[in-house]
C-alpha cells in the first residue's frame, strides 16, 4: 500500500498506455470518422474522459501527469488536432506544457489546442457537473495562449519509453 497514490489498480492488472483506446475495436477507421478534424481530447484521469465521453467527445485518459510515456505522445501526435484537458492546478499546467512540446516534437502538423478552465474549477468533470458541453467547448483555446516561459525546459523532462516499464512482477 502506497499512501501516495490517489488510485490503485488490482494486483496483476496492468494501466492500459491511455484509458479508453481499448473500447475502440477499429482504431484507425474511428480517428479518420472523428468529427471536427480528426481531434481527441487528451485528459488526465478516467473521470475526466468518461465525462467527456458521455458528452459525445472523443477522449482518451492518462493515467495521471507521472504515467506519461513515449507511446502515449506517439498515439496523441497521430491526430490532426489533440485538445489537452488536464486538470486546472499547477501539475496539470506543466503537463500541458510538456505534453504539447512533445507532440509537436513528434509531429509538428498536429494541432494542440487546451481547455481553459475558470478559477477554481479543478477539471473537467467538475465543470460539467455544472455547466454544459457547449459552455466547455468555449474554453478551448490554441495553445500559443501559453506564454513561452510555461514552455521554458518542457522538453528537458525523459519519457520512458512504454507504459509497462516500470512493471511491477
Known amino acids: 500500500y502506497d499512501s501516495h497514490c490517489k488510485y490503485m489498480n488490482l494486483a496483476g492488472i496492468r494501466i492500459t498506455d491511455l484509458f479508453g483506446i ?3 475495436t477499429n482504431y484507425e477507421k474511428y480517428r479518420k470518422l472523428a468529427p471536427l478534424g480528426r481531434y481527441v481530447f487528451a485528459c488526465e484521469g478516467q473521470f475526466d474522459t468518461m ?3 458521455q458528452n459525445a467527445i472523443f477522449a482518451l485518459g492518462i493515467f495521471g501527469v507521472s504515467n506519461l510515456r513515449k507511446n502515449i ?3 496523441l501526435a497521430t491526430f ?3 485538445v489537452l484537458a488536464f486538470d486546472n492546478d499547477i501539475p496539470g499546467r506543466k503537463c500541458t506544457t510538456e505534453v504539447a512540446s512533445f507532440i509537436k516534437g513528434a509531429n509538428k502538423k498536429t494541432k494542440i489546442y487546451f481547455v481553459n478552465l475558470p478559477a477554481g474549477i479543478k477539471d473537467v468533470n467538475d465543470f460539467l457537473l455544472e455547466n454544459d458541453i457547449e459552455e466547455l467547448l468555449e474554453c478551448i483555446l ?3 495562449y501559453i506564454t513561452p516561459k510555461e514552455f521554458k525546459g518542457a522538453r528537458k523532462k525523459q519519457l520512458k519509453p512504454t507504459a509497462f516499464d516500470d512493471e511491477v512482477e
Open 80 to 82: 490532426e488536432s489533440v
Open 22 to 24: 481499448q473500447t475502440i
Open 51 to 53: 465525462m467527456l465521453q
Open 73 to 75: 505522445i506517439d498515439t
Open 142 to 144: 490554441p495553445i500559443e
